[in-house]
């Protein structure tokens, strides 16, 4: 019973400095960036609910791509002083879904002066929260916010469907507001692809979305090596 009792007492102590940084209210370990769930396949095949967010974005953020929207939205319910003054009753029964996590397309060189910004906006009329919901920007937030890719591995661009590919990394990339933004329909997934300015980082991160699937080839290319020289 005692070897019991010494041996519960020995697995509740923790370490001073982790007991310091506890009553300092610091965390326990640092990183360099943060991650948020991103349900990518969503909105490659979109229908309703968070693609909405993005397609009804404010016209402020229309040059903003999906995944610098996943990096830097945050959606709140509109403070009910704002109600009182945009006629919408106040008592209304409204969902609180606060997200903290993302003709003027065809304009490259519009730009908007988003990082001083610290208002939220409207959505578009026709988001079905338009009335009750606001969101915002914060540019910054591109630095360390890292999109964390769920529901699914995405395409590879060495093998597989490459029109998916294309149609993938264009959705991610290139700002879109439905279908059609992204390719007319007399255009095919490649010539789409081919013809749409990516910028270096863009180049960037869809090179290292491939690096897994290279790592990959290079260990079963070493596996393959190794039982046939054994």
Same mark, same amino acid.
């Given at each position: 019973?005692?070897?019991?009792?010494?041996?519960?007492?020995?697995?509740?102590?923790?370490?001073?400095?982790?007991?310091?940084?506890?009553?300092?209210?610091?965390?326990?370990?640092?990183?360099?960036?943060?991650?948020?769930?991103?349900?990518?396949?969503?909105?490659?095949?979109?229908?309703?609910?968070?693609?909405?967010?993005?397609?009804?974005?404010?016209?402020?953020?229309?040059?903003?791509?999906?995944?610098?929207?996943?990096?830097?939205?945050?959606?709140?319910?509109?403070?009910?002083?704002?109600?009182?003054?945009?006629?919408?009753?106040?008592?209304?029964?409204?969902?609180?879904?606060?997200?903290?996590?993302?003709?003027?397309?065809?304009?490259?060189?519009?730009?908007?002066?988003?990082?001083?910004?610290?208002?939220?906006?409207?959505?578009?009329?026709?988001?079905?929260?338009?009335?009750?919901?606001?969101?915002? !920007?914060?540019?910054? &937030?591109? *630095? /360390?916010?890292?999109?964390?890719? @769920?529901? #699914?591995?995405?395409?590879?661009?060495?093998?597989?469907?490459?029109?998916?590919?294309?149609?993938?990394?264009?959705?991610?990339?290139?700002?879109?507001?439905?279908?059609?933004?992204?390719?007319?329909?007399?255009?095919?997934?490649?010539?789409?692809?081919?013809?749409?300015?990516?910028?270096?980082?863009?180049?960037?991160?869809?090179?290292?979305?491939?690096?897994?699937?290279? !790592?990959?080839?290079? &260990?079963? *290319? /070493?596996?393959?090596?190794?039982? @046939?020289? #054994?």
């Amino acid at each position: 019973l005692l070897q019991l009792v010494n041996s519960l007492q020995s697995k509740l102590e923790i370490g001073s400095p982790l007991a310091s940084l506890y009553l300092l209210g610091l965390p326990d370990h640092y990183v360099s960036h943060k991650f948020v769930a991103f349900w990518w396949q969503t909105f490659v095949i979109y229908g309703t609910s968070y693609v909405d967010n993005y397609r009804f974005r404010p016209d402020q953020y229309e040059n903003i791509s999906l995944y610098e929207w996943i990096q830097t939205m945050e959606i709140r319910k509109t403070p009910q002083s704002r109600y009182k003054k945009s006629g919408v009753d106040e008592k209304a029964d409204f969902v609180d879904d606060t997200v903290k996590e993302p003709s003027i397309l065809n304009s490259p060189n519009i730009e908007y002066n988003l990082s001083n910004s610290c208002k939220f906006l409207k959505f578009k009329p026709d988001h079905p929260q338009y009335s009750t919901h606001e969101v915002y !920007c914060d540019m910054g &937030r591109v *630095n /360390y916010i890292v999109p964390d890719f @769920k529901g #699914g591995s995405l395409p590879r661009k060495d093998c597989g469907d490459e029109e998916y590919y294309f149609c993938t990394m264009l959705s991610l990339f290139k700002p879109w507001r439905s279908g059609t933004n992204l390719k007319p329909f007399s255009t095919t997934w490649t010539l789409a692809f081919n013809t749409f300015q990516f910028s270096e980082t863009q180049k960037k991160l869809m090179g290292n979305f491939n690096l897994r699937y290279e !790592c990959y080839d290079a &260990r079963d *290319n /070493y596996h393959a090596h190794f039982k @046939k020289s #054994g």
